[in-house]
Protein backbone atom coordinates (compact mmCIF):
# COMPACT_ATOMS: atom_id res chain seq x y z
CA UNK A 1 0.00 0.00 0.00
CA UNK A 2 3.01 2.32 0.48
CA UNK A 3 2.07 5.08 -2.01
CA UNK A 4 4.48 7.31 -0.13
CA UNK A 5 7.48 6.67 1.68
CA UNK A 6 7.69 9.37 4.46
CA UNK A 7 10.74 10.19 6.16
CA UNK A 8 9.07 9.56 9.56
CA UNK A 9 10.91 6.46 11.43
CA UNK A 10 8.68 5.30 14.46
CA UNK A 11 10.07 1.95 16.74
CA UNK A 12 7.14 -0.47 18.39
CA UNK A 13 8.12 -2.07 21.76
CA UNK A 14 6.86 -5.48 23.19
CA UNK A 15 5.01 -8.37 22.93
CA UNK A 16 4.54 -10.44 19.00
CA UNK A 17 2.86 -13.67 19.40
CA UNK A 18 0.64 -16.18 17.72
CA UNK A 19 -2.78 -15.93 18.41
CA UNK A 20 -4.53 -19.20 17.92
CA UNK A 21 -7.72 -18.54 16.33
CA UNK A 22 -10.52 -21.07 15.98
CA UNK A 23 -9.79 -20.73 12.36
CA UNK A 24 -6.24 -21.13 12.54
CA UNK A 25 -2.98 -19.18 14.08
CA UNK A 26 -2.49 -15.17 13.41
CA UNK A 27 -0.26 -13.36 13.38
CA UNK A 28 -0.47 -10.95 16.97
CA UNK A 29 0.94 -8.75 19.39
CA UNK A 30 -0.86 -5.08 19.92
CA UNK A 31 2.88 -3.08 19.16
CA UNK A 32 3.28 -5.29 15.83
CA UNK A 33 -0.11 -4.44 14.91
CA UNK A 34 0.44 -1.22 14.92
CA UNK A 35 3.76 -1.51 13.44
CA UNK A 36 2.25 -3.98 10.28
CA UNK A 37 -0.27 -1.09 9.93
CA UNK A 38 2.02 1.99 10.04
CA UNK A 39 4.16 0.57 7.44
CA UNK A 40 1.44 -0.09 5.40
CA UNK A 41 0.69 3.35 5.72
CA UNK A 42 4.14 4.49 5.02
CA UNK A 43 5.93 5.22 7.45
CA UNK A 44 8.73 2.73 8.26
CA UNK A 45 8.47 1.79 11.96
CA UNK A 46 10.19 -1.07 13.22
CA UNK A 47 9.50 -3.50 15.73
CA UNK A 48 11.87 -4.25 19.01
CA UNK A 49 10.80 -7.54 20.11
CA UNK A 50 11.83 -10.78 21.09
CA UNK A 51 11.46 -14.24 20.13
CA UNK A 52 12.21 -17.50 20.87
CA UNK A 53 14.78 -20.25 19.19
CA UNK A 54 11.81 -22.13 18.19
CA UNK A 55 10.10 -23.21 15.04
CA UNK A 56 7.28 -20.56 15.83
CA UNK A 57 9.91 -17.92 16.08
CA UNK A 58 11.30 -18.66 12.67
CA UNK A 59 7.67 -18.84 11.11
CA UNK A 60 7.11 -15.41 13.06
CA UNK A 61 9.72 -13.08 11.34
CA UNK A 62 9.41 -15.09 8.47
CA UNK A 63 5.95 -13.61 8.03
CA UNK A 64 6.95 -9.83 9.15
CA UNK A 65 9.61 -9.91 6.45
CA UNK A 66 6.94 -10.89 3.94
CA UNK A 67 4.60 -8.51 5.61
CA UNK A 68 6.79 -5.67 4.85
CA UNK A 69 7.66 -5.48 9.14
CA UNK A 70 11.02 -4.66 9.36
CA UNK A 71 13.09 -7.46 11.97
CA UNK A 72 16.40 -5.90 12.38
CA UNK A 73 15.56 -5.08 15.86
CA UNK A 74 14.07 -8.74 16.59
CA UNK A 75 16.05 -10.28 19.63
CA UNK A 76 16.09 -14.53 19.69
CA UNK A 77 15.73 -15.87 22.89
CA UNK A 78 17.56 -19.80 23.44
CA UNK A 79 15.42 -20.70 26.29
CA UNK A 80 12.12 -19.47 26.69
CA UNK A 81 9.43 -20.24 23.85
CA UNK A 82 7.93 -17.73 21.33
CA UNK A 83 4.48 -16.75 22.76
CA UNK A 84 1.21 -18.33 21.91
CA UNK A 85 -2.32 -16.50 22.95
CA UNK A 86 -5.30 -18.79 23.03
CA UNK A 87 -7.84 -16.70 21.49
CA UNK A 88 -11.80 -17.36 22.08
CA UNK A 89 -14.89 -15.23 20.27
CA UNK A 90 -18.07 -15.64 21.29
CA UNK A 91 -21.60 -15.23 20.20
CA UNK A 92 -21.16 -11.12 20.41
CA UNK A 93 -18.19 -11.27 18.34
CA UNK A 94 -15.98 -10.21 21.49
CA UNK A 95 -12.90 -11.47 22.20
CA UNK A 96 -10.94 -12.90 25.72
CA UNK A 97 -7.39 -14.45 25.37
CA UNK A 98 -5.36 -17.02 27.17
CA UNK A 99 -1.87 -15.48 27.62
CA UNK A 100 1.23 -17.38 28.17
CA UNK A 101 3.87 -16.40 30.82
CA UNK A 102 6.67 -15.95 30.46
CA UNK A 103 7.83 -16.30 27.25
CA UNK A 104 10.47 -14.69 25.03
CA UNK A 105 8.95 -11.25 25.02
CA UNK A 106 9.10 -11.18 28.42
CA UNK A 107 12.69 -10.74 28.48
CA UNK A 108 13.61 -8.11 25.88
CA UNK A 109 17.68 -6.74 26.59
CA UNK A 110 18.89 -3.32 26.80
CA UNK A 111 21.25 -3.32 23.23
CA UNK A 112 23.48 -0.41 22.78
CA UNK A 113 22.34 -0.21 19.25
CA UNK A 114 18.83 -0.21 19.48
CA UNK A 115 19.18 2.95 21.87
CA UNK A 116 20.42 4.79 19.50
CA UNK A 117 17.68 3.53 17.16
CA UNK A 118 15.33 4.92 19.55
CA UNK A 119 16.89 8.68 19.38
CA UNK A 120 16.62 8.98 16.45
CA UNK A 121 13.09 7.69 15.92
CA UNK A 122 10.40 10.54 15.79
CA UNK A 123 7.79 8.18 18.18
CA UNK A 124 7.99 5.28 20.34
CA UNK A 125 5.28 2.81 20.52
CA UNK A 126 4.51 0.67 23.40
CA UNK A 127 1.72 -1.29 25.86
CA UNK A 128 1.43 -1.66 29.68
CA UNK A 129 1.23 -5.63 28.61
CA UNK A 130 4.97 -5.37 27.98
CA UNK A 131 5.62 -3.92 31.69
CA UNK A 132 4.54 -7.23 33.09
CA UNK A 133 8.27 -9.46 33.62
CA UNK A 134 10.82 -6.95 35.11
CA UNK A 135 13.59 -7.83 31.89
CA UNK A 136 11.22 -6.14 29.58
CA UNK A 137 9.84 -3.49 31.92
CA UNK A 138 13.44 -1.95 32.54
CA UNK A 139 14.53 -1.90 29.13
CA UNK A 140 11.15 -0.24 28.41
CA UNK A 141 12.02 2.20 30.98
CA UNK A 142 15.16 3.06 29.63
CA UNK A 143 14.49 4.09 26.32
CA UNK A 144 11.63 5.92 27.20
CA UNK A 145 14.06 8.46 28.96
CA UNK A 146 15.86 8.78 24.98
CA UNK A 147 12.75 8.32 23.36
CA UNK A 148 11.42 12.30 21.24
CA UNK A 149 7.33 11.48 21.57
CA UNK A 150 6.06 8.87 23.92
CA UNK A 151 2.45 6.51 23.00
CA UNK A 152 1.30 4.57 25.41
CA UNK A 153 -1.35 1.93 24.48
CA UNK A 154 -3.07 1.07 28.20
CA UNK A 155 -3.62 -2.88 27.03
CA UNK A 156 -4.93 -4.12 30.80
CA UNK A 157 -5.68 -8.27 30.30
CA UNK A 158 -5.60 -9.69 34.03
CA UNK A 159 -3.46 -10.72 35.75
CA UNK A 160 -0.77 -9.31 33.84
CA UNK A 161 -0.31 -5.76 35.02
CA UNK A 162 -0.18 -3.63 38.27
CA UNK A 163 -1.25 -0.61 39.55
CA UNK A 164 2.56 0.86 40.17
CA UNK A 165 3.61 0.20 36.79
CA UNK A 166 0.92 1.22 34.65
CA UNK A 167 0.57 4.47 36.62
CA UNK A 168 4.26 4.73 36.34
CA UNK A 169 3.90 4.37 32.72
CA UNK A 170 1.25 7.41 32.27
CA UNK A 171 4.48 9.50 33.66
CA UNK A 172 6.30 9.57 30.41
CA UNK A 173 3.50 9.40 27.89
CA UNK A 174 3.22 12.12 25.61
CA UNK A 175 -0.09 10.22 23.77
CA UNK A 176 -2.14 7.68 25.86
CA UNK A 177 -4.46 5.34 24.20
CA UNK A 178 -7.04 3.65 26.47
CA UNK A 179 -10.63 2.17 26.29
CA UNK A 180 -13.66 3.46 28.46
CA UNK A 181 -12.87 0.29 30.83
CA UNK A 182 -9.38 1.18 31.19
CA UNK A 183 -10.36 4.73 32.13
CA UNK A 184 -12.35 3.78 34.85
CA UNK A 185 -9.73 1.16 36.42
CA UNK A 186 -7.01 4.24 36.29
CA UNK A 187 -9.49 6.98 37.55
CA UNK A 188 -10.58 4.37 40.29
CA UNK A 189 -7.12 3.94 41.31
CA UNK A 190 -6.22 7.56 41.37
CA UNK A 191 -9.14 7.83 43.61
CA UNK A 192 -11.18 10.57 41.26
CA UNK A 193 -14.09 11.00 42.35
CA UNK A 194 -16.85 8.63 40.86
CA UNK A 195 -19.88 11.20 39.72
CA UNK A 196 -17.47 12.58 37.51
CA UNK A 197 -18.09 12.16 33.69
CA UNK A 198 -15.58 10.88 31.43
CA UNK A 199 -14.59 14.46 30.21
CA UNK A 200 -13.39 15.33 33.57
CA UNK A 201 -11.78 12.27 34.99
CA UNK A 202 -9.42 12.59 31.04
CA UNK A 203 -8.87 16.20 32.26
CA UNK A 204 -8.23 14.90 35.83
CA UNK A 205 -5.40 12.48 34.02
CA UNK A 206 -4.37 14.49 31.82
CA UNK A 207 -3.25 17.49 34.30
CA UNK A 208 -1.72 14.61 37.06
CA UNK A 209 0.71 13.32 34.40
CA UNK A 210 1.34 16.45 32.37
CA UNK A 211 0.27 14.77 29.07
CA UNK A 212 -0.79 16.67 26.03
CA UNK A 213 -3.33 13.76 24.17
CA UNK A 214 -5.44 10.80 24.90
CA UNK A 215 -7.58 8.69 23.39
CA UNK A 216 -10.58 6.63 24.59
CA UNK A 217 -12.40 4.46 22.22
CA UNK A 218 -15.76 2.90 23.11
CA UNK A 219 -16.54 0.32 20.65
CA UNK A 220 -19.28 0.10 18.41
CA UNK A 221 -19.98 4.16 20.05
CA UNK A 222 -16.53 5.67 18.30
CA UNK A 223 -13.53 7.13 20.25
CA UNK A 224 -12.80 10.84 21.78
CA UNK A 225 -9.66 12.98 21.33
CA UNK A 226 -8.38 14.79 24.17
CA UNK A 227 -6.27 17.62 23.79
CA UNK A 228 -4.78 19.75 26.09
CA UNK A 229 -3.26 22.24 24.42
CA UNK A 230 -5.77 22.62 22.00
CA UNK A 231 -8.65 22.72 24.62
CA UNK A 232 -10.17 20.45 22.49
CA UNK A 233 -12.03 16.93 22.65
CA UNK A 234 -13.49 15.70 19.84
CA UNK A 235 -15.96 12.39 19.45
CA UNK A 236 -16.15 10.82 15.57
CA UNK A 237 -18.51 8.05 15.63
CA UNK A 238 -17.54 4.61 14.50
CA UNK A 239 -18.51 3.41 11.09
CA UNK A 240 -21.52 0.61 11.64
CA UNK A 241 -20.05 -2.73 9.41
CA UNK A 242 -20.19 -6.55 9.77
CA UNK A 243 -17.93 -7.37 12.29
CA UNK A 244 -16.60 -10.49 11.83
CA UNK A 245 -14.08 -10.31 14.97
CA UNK A 246 -12.68 -7.03 16.98
CA UNK A 247 -8.74 -8.77 17.32
CA UNK A 248 -6.71 -5.40 16.32
CA UNK A 249 -9.41 -2.80 15.88
CA UNK A 250 -8.22 -0.51 18.54
CA UNK A 251 -4.37 -1.22 17.33
CA UNK A 252 -5.28 -0.11 13.80
CA UNK A 253 -7.18 2.89 15.04
CA UNK A 254 -4.02 3.82 16.93
CA UNK A 255 -2.13 3.20 13.68
CA UNK A 256 -4.11 4.98 11.22
CA UNK A 257 -4.18 7.93 13.77
CA UNK A 258 -0.75 8.28 14.24
CA UNK A 259 -0.14 8.08 10.26
CA UNK A 260 -1.74 11.31 9.82
CA UNK A 261 -0.75 12.93 13.55
CA UNK A 262 2.94 12.39 12.73
CA UNK A 263 3.03 13.92 9.50
CA UNK A 264 2.08 17.32 11.08
CA UNK A 265 0.99 19.21 7.97
CA UNK A 266 -0.98 21.60 7.55
CA UNK A 267 -3.71 20.00 5.78
CA UNK A 268 -4.79 17.51 8.14
CA UNK A 269 -7.57 18.73 10.73
CA UNK A 270 -8.64 16.56 13.73
CA UNK A 271 -11.57 15.71 12.02
CA UNK A 272 -9.56 14.19 9.14
CA UNK A 273 -6.96 12.67 11.34
CA UNK A 274 -10.14 10.48 13.38
CA UNK A 275 -11.73 9.80 10.32
CA UNK A 276 -9.27 8.42 8.93
CA UNK A 277 -8.22 6.52 12.12
CA UNK A 278 -11.91 4.86 11.85
CA UNK A 279 -12.27 4.12 8.56
CA UNK A 280 -9.11 1.61 8.99
CA UNK A 281 -10.51 0.03 12.24
CA UNK A 282 -13.69 -0.46 10.80
CA UNK A 283 -12.13 -2.24 7.92
CA UNK A 284 -10.28 -4.12 10.38
CA UNK A 285 -13.44 -5.08 12.13
CA UNK A 286 -14.85 -6.85 9.33
CA UNK A 287 -11.97 -8.60 8.11
CA UNK A 288 -10.63 -11.83 9.70
CA UNK A 289 -7.36 -11.17 12.37
CA UNK A 290 -5.57 -7.83 13.49
CA UNK A 291 -3.08 -7.67 9.96
CA UNK A 292 -5.73 -7.89 6.81
CA UNK A 293 -4.39 -7.08 3.44
CA UNK A 294 -5.05 -4.39 1.93
CA UNK A 295 -4.25 -0.53 -0.28
CA UNK A 296 -4.90 2.52 -0.86
CA UNK A 297 -7.35 2.06 -3.03
CA UNK A 298 -9.18 -0.63 -1.43
CA UNK A 299 -9.31 1.71 2.54
CA UNK A 300 -10.25 4.69 0.01
CA UNK A 301 -13.12 3.01 -1.14
CA UNK A 302 -14.33 1.64 1.68
CA UNK A 303 -14.34 5.42 3.43
CA UNK A 304 -16.18 6.60 0.54
CA UNK A 305 -19.15 4.39 0.91
CA UNK A 306 -19.17 4.40 4.45
CA UNK A 307 -18.73 8.03 4.88
CA UNK A 308 -21.73 8.62 2.64
CA UNK A 309 -23.87 6.32 4.77
CA UNK A 310 -23.23 8.44 7.70
CA UNK A 311 -26.18 10.36 9.25
CA UNK A 312 -24.48 14.01 9.38
CA UNK A 313 -23.58 13.88 5.87
CA UNK A 314 -27.15 12.79 4.18
CA UNK A 315 -29.09 15.34 2.12
CA UNK A 316 -32.68 15.54 2.34
Known sequence: MKSEQLAIKGVCFGEVLWDNLPTGKQLGGAPLNVAYHLNKLGIETQMLTRVGQDRNGDELIALCEELGIPTRLFQVDPEQATSTVEVHIDEQ??????????????HIELVE???SVIQQADFLVFGSLSSRNDVSYHTLKQLLQVAKYKVLDVNLRLPFYSKARVLELLGYADLVKMNREELGIIAQWLELPKEDNDGKLVEQVMQRY??????????AAGAIYHAKRAAISY?????QVDVKDTIGSGDSFLAAFLSKRMR????????????????????????????PSYDAPTINHFEWIHYLGREEVRSD
Do not use: R
Not at 98 to 104: F, G, L, Q, T
Not at 210 to 219: L, N, W
Open 264 to 291: NNAGAGIAEIMGFAATLSAFVTQSTGAC
Open 210 to 219: AMDEVIVTYG
Open 113 to 115: SDV
Open 235 to 239: HFHAY
Open 93 to 106: KDVTYEIVYPVAWD
